[in-house]
């Protein structure tokens, strides 16, 4: 994981927390939420002999099919900290080899924490951004890559449709390099979709 990114969002979630204007503001309070979409590849699985034989990422991934969960925080109605865990279905640019050379196991999954902050519209609407970082694994065939994403830049809109859920859509736009490999280039995935979620606001007294 970025070291840097990561030791930022944290010292940015801690002077939050404990912040007695913030840790105390009505609207705070525990959040839940799934979401799902569609992403595309972006940029290098790895390097080659040279830049024309580095193959791209989506010479091997077609797209890929998310299901995300998160938990986190919101440290007021404006900030949020929270983690994140998503498995996605690996759809394939081609198709996986025969049975005798191996096991085509297609799995992606991405672990991270993101800080975001939401601009409230209205009682019924708001708006957000967030930035990440986390680790990802990846098994588009036979063989698997792990690396680091260093960065991920998020941002939807979220619409009350009851008291504590909300429901909208979001964009994620994630960069970073599998490390595992002779020669690691920069990827990225590209995912849009919507996003349910539950919040358990504190109350004004």
């Not at 449709?161 to 995935?189: C, I, N, Q």
């Amino acid at each position: 994981m970025n070291l840097r990114v990561l030791s930022t969002l944290c010292c940015l979630s801690l002077c939050l927390a404990t912040s007695p204007a913030l840790a105390d503001e009505a609207g705070s309070g525990v959040s839940v939420g799934v979401r799902t979409g569609f992403g595309l590849p972006v940029g290098w699985l790895m390097g080659g002999g040279g830049d024309a034989d580095a193959p791209p990422l989506s010479s091997w991934v077609f797209g890929i099919i998310p299901a995300q969960l998160d938990l986190g925080w919101f440290l007021s109605p404006r900030v949020y900290l929270g983690t994140s865990f998503q498995y996605s279905h690996v759809l394939l640019a081609s198709n996986c080899p025969p049975p005798s050379l191996g096991d085509c196991v297609k799995r992606h999954l991405r672990l991270g924490i993101t800080l975001s902050y939401h601009v409230p519209i209205s009682s019924t609407r708001s708006h957000w951004m967030g930035l990440g970082t986390g680790y990802e694994y990846l098994k588009p065939r036979i063989r698997s890559f792990k690396g680091v994403e260093f960065v991920n830049l998020q941002g939807g809109t979220d619409f009350r449709v009851s008291e504590k859920l909300w429901l909208g859509p979001f964009v994620t736009f994630t960069m970073g390099k599998y490390m595992d490999v002779d020669d690691a280039r920069f990827h990225g995935w590209l995912m849009g979709g919507v996003r349910l979620s539950i919040r358990q606001e504190k109350k004004k007294p």
